[in-house]
């Protein structure tokens, strides 16, 4: 999501006139765009945050933009007053306010300011920034922004707001408009995604959406996530079957495997409901691959409690699974009332408990392809290699002297590991 804000947020600042830098030292304004959704990740934005203020010591002309969830829909006072260095604050996915404080710093007419503003923010209507027009292979399109959903440990609907779905025409003519410009895989995006239409008049479906977007000629592949396990439809994954330019991958959070913590999490569903989905999304879609998130060490986690969601990942046997230790995120629910009792270091004993059952899981789905031709969109060059995914989102690697990027390849795989395969060109 933050990718696709910075992306537009790129876009709107050219609109108005400013190029990007490579260095900061030589920008004239920085953006830092945030995550904190574990407190690493906002350690990680602090960190940076301090960094820049040498820059600005140097430099008093240099506007700092702190944009995203360290700021969140409601804004934070604290940040503002502890880092006095920050020019401009903006929160999650609005681009408006750095664009409205550099244009009135500008010197320009308002009716000038009025075209560039309307310019640089339109919705549907975006021109990737430079150094992305005919290389960018792969774009993200949010369609639900916010959540409404209360996860007792997730801080995001506090941050990102309510849940509100981008109008269908919106989405449409932004994909059209990507599509336009050399982007052949779309990445549909909202926490829980598809419940994509529910605010909406008509109720629009993620399916239905899935299917329009379908008829863009240019388009070779589309994505969405995440999911939420109560939310997936039969339509949706007969759309998802049943159309050859959606990726059979599927990315459904289970959290735990445990019921009394999926309870504790505020999830509204059991393991057994969770089993019987990932059981129906293999059947209507037999080639699916299927990611999973997981969060260790959750308050009151015990190790009965911990090995349900063992036995569970162990049984699935899910193509990723993105693995979290449990941080307790101040606003949450369960900052407010539950103990984080299970100490740091069991926490890591678990994740890798779970790292390592996933990478014999992964290594073991993967050796499946070995010697097989699977279907490679290419995203770039990693050193010497070309990069690109599978529909499945396995990641492959090849060496060619060719230009790859943007084409779709039968590709012959010849090595197999956990998180990637190489493979050659199939002739
Ligand atoms: N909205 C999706 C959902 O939960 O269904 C996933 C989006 S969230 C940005 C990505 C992942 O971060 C979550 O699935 C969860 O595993 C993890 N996460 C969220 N809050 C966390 C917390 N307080 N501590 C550890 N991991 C957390």
Redesign the pocket.
């Known amino acids: 999501m933050n990718v696709a804000d910075s992306r537009r947020l790129a876009s709107a600042l050219e609109q108005i006139g400013y190029k990007s830098s490579k260095r900061p030292q030589e920008a004239d304004v920085i953006v830092l765009n945030t995550c904190v959704?574990?407190q690493s990740a906002e350690d990680k934005a602090i960190g940076r945050l301090s960094s820049l203020r040498p820059l600005k010591e140097k430099n008093p002309d240099l506007v700092i933009n702190l944009m995203g969830c360290l700021i969140g829909v409601r804004g934070n006072r604290k940040i503002q007053e502890r880092f006095p260095w920050v020019d401009v604050v903006s929160p999650p996915s609005n681009p408006t306010p750095l664009i409205n404080y550099l244009n009135e710093r500008s010197g320009k007419t308002t009716l000038q300011l009025k075209q560039e503003k309307l310019n640089a923010i339109l919705d549907g209507d975006l021109i990737l920034p430079v150094e992305d027009q005919n290389t960018l292979v792969s774009a993200y399109i949010p369609i639900v922004y916010g959540?409404s959903?209360a996860?007792t440990?997730?801080?995001?609907p506090n941050k990102r707001g309510i849940e509100h779905s981008r109008p269908y025409e919106e989405i449409l003519a932004e994909a059209q408009c990507l599509a336009n410009q050399g982007v052949k895989e779309i990445t549909l995006l909202g926490?829980?995604v598809d419940r994509y239409g529910m605010d909406l008049p008509g109720k629009p479906t993620l399916a239905a959406l899935l299917r329009d977007l379908h008829k863009i000629n240019d388009l070779k592949r589309i994505r969405f996530l995440?999911?939420?396990p109560n939310w997936i439809t039969d339509d949706l994954l007969e759309a998802v079957g049943e159309l050859p330019k959606v990726c059979q991958h599927i990315e459904v959070?289970n959290?735990s495997g445990d019921d009394q913590i999926l309870q504790t999490m505020r999830r509204g569903y059991t393991s057994a409901a969770y089993r019987e989905l990932i059981q129906k999304i293999r059947t209507k879609i037999p080639s699916v691959s299927i990611a999973t998130?997981?969060?260790v060490g959750f308050p009151g986690e015990t190790e009965a409690q911990f090995q349900n969601t063992y036995r569970l990942l162990k049984e699935l046997r899910m193509d990723v699974a993105?693995l979290?230790?449990?941080?307790?995120?101040e606003g949450?629910y369960?900052a407010r009332k539950l103990a984080n009792n299970i100490p740091e270091e069991e926490k890591m004993r678990r994740f890798r408990v779970l790292e390592s059952l996933q990478e014999t899981i992964a290594g073991e789905i993967n050796t499946q392809h070995m010697g097989q031709s699977v279907n490679v969109l290419f995203e770039g060059k990693s050193r010497d290699r070309w990069r690109g995914r599978t529909k499945t989102n396995k990641l492959v690697f090849v060496e060619s002297q060719e230009n790859l990027r943007g084409k779709e390849c039968d590709v012959t795989i010849t090595w197999t590991g956990p998180w990637s395969m190489v493979g050659t060109l199939t002739s």
């Open positions: 959704v574990r959540c959903h996860c440990y997730c801080i995001i926490q829980i995440t999911s939420h959070p959290q998130d997981i969060i993105h979290a230790r449990y941080s307790p995120r949450t369960s």
